[in-house]
């Protein structure tokens, strides 16, 4: 099942395309994966049965984020690059350090070939890629080969190979071509693979057109497919920018007294890291940004890049002298592009803040306020509830929680063991915890609660009641939480007659005593079974030849329960100071479980 933050956060979801970084509980980023559509993909995980593999992956999941691209194809290069980057543990296909994805690739050799690869290596040849369509990409690499042809052959022969008879070979096999020849060649390779298609393209079309007015339909359409092939393969990207240059790329999103910032580190001609950050406007937002942007390279040991793009409204000049690199607004183009897509995100971020701060006030302080409207006592600031525990009326106990503005406050819980009841008594179990606990509060004049529940019906409710108002006159409101057959939360019964309160079981409010109602049943039911268990080891304990009050509490002290008792080792009981027989009827009770009355009868 889905955590609360992840529900909340799975409504606010893009309807866009973009990556997804799944987190665990640490934090650490086990999957990465990109969607056409960012809320239909990622709800998937959370909203359909998984098996396998993808099953064990969601319930890993503590936390998700996004980045929004600008379509699909820049999501899946941005997938490729984190991928490699972060290598998550699920991402087995990607995670090996390849895409799975061809490259095309022209070799560095004396006589360069082009040729497709899944691998990219430091081998100093030149790769462009990955490409999401294989067939795409292998077509292109058939267009290259025949409009600028490299070698194709297997190199020196001393006959012209069958290629440079097609022209698709500069006949490294018969002769030795030029230097300068390849690299006339590759320029051109370059710039076409680097998005500058035009020439190719008025090439094609013209080849199209005419084989389309000879009624050589066939022949225009393969040189159709061709031209649709290479618009797959060489479209181009915001995520990979035309040059190396190490740049970070600014951008902010001001609303509502906070700054949401996105830093995006290009690097390699990827986007290869994404930070974000948010934080409460003090001044203005554009002095906020500056400010920000200095101490990102002032207060860590990054190294500043070559370029830093910020939006226009941050001054460039102070920008540049203190960090000591050119700072720039792209007007057009990628970087524009890449600008921009750091500013949707930012906006992106802050507005899910706001989304789950209001979802997380309606559940909380909104909810208490609804339920105090629904009993007619107005504000509720803290809420104490009690539940029993017992086993046929043996180790009676008590708990009490706390939620204060609608959340759990662990630090003031409490734990009763009853000392006036030996029996299952509701009553008075009930009368003894509430006279001891607000007999206290009164002791050490500390604020009373504004509510109190009690898990249970009109028994529970009167007892209460007497104690509060009979005996330490308090008049502290106090709600029944009514269970159904099945021990679901069903109602209250509140008022001087016990009337049911009828709440709106999709309301913020009978949410928040369902979650009340379940917590102080867990925080009993915890308290009981670990008093029973430490009572039952005590008497287990209590009936072992040899075994004193002395050598029982240090074996309650040292070990805290049988299991532990039954995996340690003589030595492991003797060095509490307990001579080796001792220690060995010890361990061969716990180990064994010899039942109480077989020892106490040898």
Known sequence: ??????????????????????KDKDGKIIYIGKAKNLKNRVRSYFKSTQYGRRAKLVRNIA????IITSNDKEAFLLEITLIQKHRPYYNVRLKQGHSGYPYIKITNERDPRM??????????GYYFGPYPNVYAADETLNFLQKMYPLRRCNGYQKRACLYYHMGQCLGACFKEVPKSEYDAQIKKIKSFLNGSVGPARQLLTKRMNTASNNMEYERAAELRDQLHYIDATVEKQKIISHDNTPRDVFNFYADKGWLSVQVFFIRQARLMKREKKLFPIISTSNEEMTSYIVQFYNDSDRIPPKEILVPASIGHE????MIGVPVRTPQRGQKRALLDMAEHNARLVLNEKFKLMEMDRRKTTGAMDE????????????????DHSHISGADLVSAMVVFEDGKPNKKKYRKYKLRTVDHADEAASTREVIRRRYTRLLKEHAEMPDLILMDGGEIQMNAVKDVLENELDLHIPVAGMVKNDKHKTADLLFGSNDHHINLNPKSQAFYLVQRVQDEVHRFAINYHHQLHNKNSMTSRLDSIKGVGPKTRNKLLRKFGSTKNIADASVDDIQALGISKKVAQTVKFTFENDVPVAKMMKN
Do not use: W
């Not at 040729?115 to 100093?124: A, E, H, P, R, S």
């Not at 339920?371 to 104490?384: C, F, K």
């Open 1 to 22: 099942m889905a955590s609360d933050l992840i529900e909340r956060k799975l409504t606010l979801l893009p309807d866009q395309p973009g990556c997804y970084i799944m």
């Open 115 to 124: 040729l497709i690869t899944n691998t990219v290596k430091k081998d100093g």
């Open 318 to 321: 102070v920008l540049s002298k």
């Open 63 to 66: 936390d998700f984020e996004t």
């Open 371 to 386: 339920l105090g409207n629904a009993l007619g006592i107005g504000h509720i600031g803290r809420i104490e509830a009690f």
